[in-house]
């Protein structure tokens, strides 16, 4: 009896070691997950994503494709989460939580999709017919180079900032 408590000492003392040793051993994420929250009118929203660097490297266009559905940051799909039904560029958007993705194009006229699957990896397993609401947005040429991809909530919506551009979406 003394042998096998022995043995289940030792073994419990193996695993709380190794557990240790490999939580000590988890990377930082290249692109760290940020969160951005406010209120716009009573609703409080809430984005989560990733936020990659630019890195010297070309985005719009190079790294983010034109015409094509992208996560809105990096790694899992950004979500979007809204605690009352609001109007995203002059569209309803009922409360609840969205993937938010963007389709980015050579002109002016992007598109900004909230999709009904907040939780997916990236854009990979990307479903339109999931998708709640679409609207056109107009990116802007920002003031100032920015290096890590940031949401920004603002009374008036929230702006996704990156590299040389900003991409406004109205909300009410």
């Known amino acids: 009896m003394k ?7 030792l073994s419990l003392m193996v695993t709380v070691i190794s557990t240790g ?6 990377k930082p994420r290249v692109s760290p997950p940020e969160t951005a929250t406010g209120m716009i009118k009573k609703a409080t929203i809430t984005i989560h994503y990733s936020s990659p ?23 899992e799909a950004t979500t ?8 995203v560029q002059g569209k309803l958007l009922p409360a609840g939580k969205y993937a938010f993705f963007l389709i980015p194009k050579e002109n002016d006229q992007w598109i900004a999709v909230f999709n009904n699957v907040p939780i ?7 479903d339109q017919s999931k998708d709640q609401l679409r609207v056109t ?3 802007k040429k920002a003031a100032m180079k920015q290096e890590m991809l ?23």
């Open 137 to 139: 947005v107009k990116p």
């Open 21 to 26: 040793a490999f939580a000590q051993n988890k």
């Open 120 to 126: 997916q990896w990236g854009a990979f397993k990307y």
């Open 80 to 87: 979007f989460e809204t605690t009352r039904d609001i109007k």
């Open 150 to 172: 940031v949401y920004h909530i603002t009374s008036g919506g929230f702006l996704l900032d990156w590299e040389n551009l900003s991409v406004p979406v109205s909300i009410k």
């Open 53 to 75: 660097s630019v890195k010297d490297r070309k985005i719009w266009g190079g790294l983010v494709p034109y015409d094509s559905v992208w996560r809105a940051g990096a790694n």
């Open 3 to 9: 042998k096998i408590r022995n043995i289940l000492f």
